[in-house]
């Protein structure tokens, strides 16, 4: 599968055309971002981590039912994905409050909730990704309603797969972000990614972070702290 000319070129991937209309390329990069583009950097060798990370979990939520748009990892960077149209939704599911959560409800970080949560953010930059529920999503006519119960379905699947995988590796999961898009035939899948960019992993022992908000809350040690997660993940 070869690269043809570059289509799209995000904070941290860039999409490439194919000679299959229906397939595309993602490179992933070093770039990192948070608080909407306003704070901007590099995590070395992150690419290579999240391109790994990302498709060994889809993998794992393809195998039990998951349609995503995962084809082939081509390299350490690159991976062939199914061209999907985005729903313009970030669906955030939430096990144990942290972030923006935390904020908002006034407790405090590491609150375990009684059952998990389900958010969406309307995906716009300059509106700074601004919170809506699922009447609104359907008002707004982002996808249909049948569409969105398929989006609900997967998010909470998802997070019982994840949980229990990562327990495994000593990882709590916090909370994740996922993204939806539609194939030409209609069929929902998970797109964009899974990875410590997208999601917040504790380590069940020492509470230590091993996800982005290391670079968020400038921490230090993101880079090894995203190879810890590469490394329990595909060493046992
Ligand atoms: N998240 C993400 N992209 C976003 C917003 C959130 O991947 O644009 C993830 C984030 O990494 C965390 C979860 O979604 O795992 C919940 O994020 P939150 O709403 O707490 O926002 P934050 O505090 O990260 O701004």
């Not at 397939?23 to 948070?34: H, P, R, S």
């Not at 583009?37 to 998951?66: F, P």
């Not at 929902?188 to 504790?202: G, K, M, Q, Y």
């Amino acid at each position: 599968m070869e690269r043809k000319e570059q289509l799209y070129e995000g904070k941290a991937k860039k999409v490439y055309a194919t000679d299959d209309p229906q397939l595309i390329i993602v490179e992933y990069t070093d770039g990192a971002a948070a608080f909407h583009g306003r704070k901007k950097g590099t995590i070395a060798g992150k690419g290579s981590i999240n391109n790994r990370v990302s498709n060994d979990l889809m993998r794992l939520l393809e195998k039990q039912g998951i349609p995503t748009h995962l084809v082939e990892q081509l390299s350490d960077r690159e991976t062939v994905i199914r061209k999907a149209q985005m729903i313009p939704l970030k669906v955030i599911v939430r096990n144990v409050v942290a972030g923006s959560l935390s904020t908002r409800i006034g407790m405090p970080e590491g609150t375990r909730l009684k059952s998990p949560v389900l958010e969406y953010n309307y995906k716009d930059d300059a509106l700074g990704d601004p919170m809506i529920n699922r009447f609104h999503a359907l008002a707004l006519d982002l996808c249909a309603p049948e569409e969105l119960a398929t989006i609900e379905r997967y998010a909470f699947r998802a997070n019982d797969i994840l949980r229990t995988r990562l327990q495994q590796l000593d990882i709590d999961l916090i909370d994740f972000k996922l993204e939806f898009g539609r194939l030409a035939d209609g069929t929902i899948v998970l797109a964009d990614e899974i990875s410590p960019d997208t999601c917040r992993f504790w380590d069940t022992e020492t509470g230590e972070r091993l996800d982005m908000d290391r670079f968020r809350r400038d921490m230090g040690g993101a880079e090894d702290a995203y190879q810890e997660v590469l490394h329990r993940l595909l060493e046992e």
